[in-house]
T-cell receptor, first 111, second 115 residues
Framework: QKEVEQDPGPLSVPEGAIVSLNCTYS??????FMWYRQYSRKGPELLMY????GNKEDGRFTAQVDKSSKYISLFIRDSQPSDSATYLC???????????FGKGTMLLVSP | DAGVIQSPRHEVTEMGQEVTLRCKPI?????LFWYRQTMMRGLELLIY????????DSGMPEDRFSAKMPNASFSTLKIQPSEPRDSAVYFC?????????????FGAGSRLTVL
């Protein structure tokens, strides 16, 4: 079993839809959970991160962590064509540890 | 700050040639990471430095790969000799390593094609 699993997609939705992107993981020691967005031919950029369990909201984006199920989610409300990108989850034990990345889910939002 | 700067952005070379990729991290960051990204394997950590010292190079695929960080503002990743299976996008990232989340800032990547 890979340490972090993420469906590669592509996930195609119409503009305005609510998008749910998910990752599962196996290492219960992970404490910090991040979402990176990567546009085509660009480097990943941090969207948001959460510590331990719970929710975090930033504009149209909400990150959720369920440590009991080892499951994290990123919700995008009112999706826009500009949200079309690959979304990578990443997680780490502490600020002194390296990140473990999922392979990414490609999202396509059509106008 | 201009962010993490990588060069070249694209490199096409023939098998057996030496390839050198360069990275300038964000000023003030004390950790630097080299990743390789392919469709099949996603983002793979090759090596990382803390305060210019290599900490973990277990991700370096073989002896053909080497990385250096002679000072806080410059790092290189060298492949010698290059092989077609080395074709990938190579990313450099930097961070300020401290307690809390280790937030990485990535460069735009160097796309390598080995013919």
């Amino acid at each position: 079993q890979k340490e972090v699993e993420q469906d590669p997609g592509p996930l195609s939705v119409p503009e305005g839809a609510i998008v749910s992107l998910n990752c599962t993981y196996s290492n219960s020691a992970f404490q910090y959970f991040m979402w990176y967005r990567q546009y085509s031919r660009k480097g990943p950029e941090l969207l948001m991160y959460t510590y331990s369990s719970g929710n975090k909201e930033d504009g149209r984006f909400t990150a959720q962590v369920d440590k009991s199920s080892k499951y994290i989610s990123l919700f995008i409300r009112d999706s826009q064509p500009s949200d079309s990108a690959t979304y990578l989850c990443a997680m780490t034990i502490s600020g002194y540890s390296t990140l473990t990345f999922g392979k990414g889910t490609m999202l396509l939002v059509s106008p | 700050d201009a962010g993490v700067i990588q060069s070249p952005r694209h490199e096409v070379t023939e098998m057996g040639q030496e390839v050198t990729l360069r990275c300038k991290p964000i000023s003030g960051h004390n950790s630097l990471f080299w990743y390789r990204q392919t469709m099949m394997r996603g983002l793979e950590l090759l090596i990382y430095f803390n305060n210019n010292v290599p900490i973990d190079d277990s991700g370096m695929p073989e002896d053909r790969f080497s990385a250096k960080m002679p000072n806080a503002s410059f790092s290189t990743l060298k492949i010698q000799p290059s092989e077609p299976r080395d074709s990938a996008v190579y990313f450099c990232a930097s961070s300020l390593r401290a307690s809390g989340a280790n937030v990485l800032t990535f460069g735009a990547g160097s796309r390598l094609t080995v013919l």
